[in-house]
């Protein structure tokens, strides 16, 4: 029987927009998305640094700085809910500081799904999501309420907070209609402190086919990057900073080098606090290594394209599984990775990839990812078969319609009943 989707009218509540982040390329992916499956209205609010209200393929984004909307709370009209908020948040000794913010945050989010009519709200991030608890008891069984979890138990300052107040986490992850995660090591992540809620795993996907018309141009883009023929271009792809291992990355580098003259790096992705210690480092081996930062979304499968290897090692068990390790993998490359996070359920050992174990003290194991860089700058043949079974396994695991039946799907199951 086929579901009828045209009573949907969704708000998303998280970080956009793209090209980095999971959350902002999740969204992405899921607008057009329900568009087809003719939802009637899909709107986004996500917290930032800029004020700001644009239209984006029929969805209209809000974009606020959360603690420029203070002023909301001196509203006279909307001292009914910001009581029932704080008397929510009773008994919970949060600062007074958080308590503002998520007042203010409560206020927004109820006057945009008011706007808007929305009959399910799809919520981003447990510890950003406090205000679940003061909404559900104003929307009383009116508005559905899906939460997404990720790796946020797993981050130092926020496992303090979360174990500190883990009654709260509690009694908001007993809200939400449904509970999903983007791997089963996020989905299993508040088990640690004893919150046993079930929680469904839709792997976010990627579009297979924006890297199939790319590898015709490989070449091309190949010679982009000055690489000649039998050169071995290993490319890293993401945020610049140490928990995506970047730190580790630029310490392996010169040990493959050393074994290896037919080798070129390209570091790439969101600028962050490593900048001028990659910018350094590149100078410092100008022949072998190219940074290149923020690039556009549209040009990210040239560089997926050109490469022969992605390299993944990140330190940061926060991380439910990267969006470049799909990209990767769709346009028929092995990848590198560590243990963290839900890289493992994505990569498997020496058939799609290589895993580097962490070394006992929980950090990279450098010696263990530079020979796996040596290892398949050798074997030109067990790249390509890596890359190929790779592909399969994204088109069975990582296909962004699945992603996008299986959340429209827990969308309309999350549709109060009239």
Sequence with gaps: MKKDYSNLRVLFVGSYPPPYGGIASLIQLLIPGLKRFSAQDIAVLSFGNVNKIEQVEGALIYRYQLINQIWKILLPWKWKIILKTMM?????????????LFITKTLIVNDISKTHQSNVVYFFHSNSSLDILPLSKIWKN????????????????????????????????????????????????????GINKPVEVIYIGVDLSRFTHAEKLKHQYRKQFNCEKGTVLFLFFGRFVRAMGLESLIEAIPKVIKEKKNVRFILAGASGPLDKTVSKFANNYSDYVKVINDIPFEDMPSFYVASDVLLAPSRDHRACMGISIKDAMASSRPVIGTNSGGIPEAIIHNETGLIVPHKENGEIDVEGLAKAM??????????????????????????EKDTIIKTADVLIRCIPNE
């Design 374 to 399: 040596i290892y398949l700058s050798n074997f030109k043949e067990v790249r390509k078969s890596m890359g190929h079974k790779a592909r399969l396994r994204a088109e069975k695991m990582f296909s």
């Design 88 to 100: 929510s948040f009773k008994g919970y000794q949060l600062s007074l500081k958080k308590k503002i």
């Design 142 to 193: 009116k508005i559905g309420i899906v939460l997404e979890i990720f790796g946020e138990i797993y981050d130092e300052h926020e496992n303090v907070f979360i174990k500190e107040h883990t009654k709260l986490f509690n009694n908001i992850l007993s809200i939400p209609q449904v509970i999903t995660a983007s791997s089963q090591h996020c989905a299993n992540s508040f088990k640690q402190i």
